[in-house]
């Protein structure tokens, strides 16, 4: 049995690029709706555990922090579904935070650094501007004071070499 085709259709050459628009925002809560990311510490170690995805053709736009939730804007490839995307964006990154806070165990025994909750939306060409600013005001929409303590630990390793070092009698 022979298929009828289009004469339209057999000139159509598909382009090795997905050129299609798949911009999600995400919003992800901590268990227990926990203040975690107050430290500017914990926000680095969680940006950046999402982007050792971009290995898997994800794409990170503009990220959020709200003390116990997390904003960000993503491109997911076509290849994954939003619920295996969600998987592993959040596996990821609670796989980072416990390795790189040992102190999160005590406050998370069971492992479980996000809960259940999630929300996530289509972001079109449109509203990627607008969700952007949402997304970089979030410290002030939730009047938050974000700790730098960042430099705290250089100076601490600062003061323990020039405490090793030799002193002039």
């Known amino acids: 049995m022979a298929y009828a085709t289009s ?4 000139g159509f050459v598909r382009s090795t690029h997905d050129t299609r628009n798949n911009w999600i925002t995400f919003m992800f809560v901590t268990k227990c709706r926990f203040n975690c990311f107050l430290k500017q510490s914990h926000i680095d170690t969680c940006t950046a555990a999402f982007r050792e995805l971009e290995s898997c053709d994800f794409e990170f736009g503009t990220f959020g922090f709200g003390g116990s939730h997390v904003h960000f804007q993503a491109n997911v490839p076509k290849r994954y579904s939003v619920e295996v995307a969600e998987i592993m964006l959040k596996s990821r990154s609670s796989m980072r935070m ?10 998370y025994p069971r492992g479980s650094f996000w809960s259940g909750y999630e929300h ?3 972001t079109g060409r449109k509203n990627m501007e607008e969700s952007t600013a949402y997304l970089n005001d979030q410290v002030r929409h939730h009047n938050l004071a974000i700790i730098d303590d960042r430099q705290q630990k250089l100076n601490i390793l600062a003061e323990r070499d ?5 002193q002039e009698a």
């Open 7 to 10: 004469e339209s259709f057999k």
């Open 98 to 107: 416990f390795e790189r806070h040992p102190g999160f165990r005590k406050r």
């Open 120 to 122: 996530h939306e289509s």
């Open 162 to 166: 020039t405490a090793s070092l030799p």
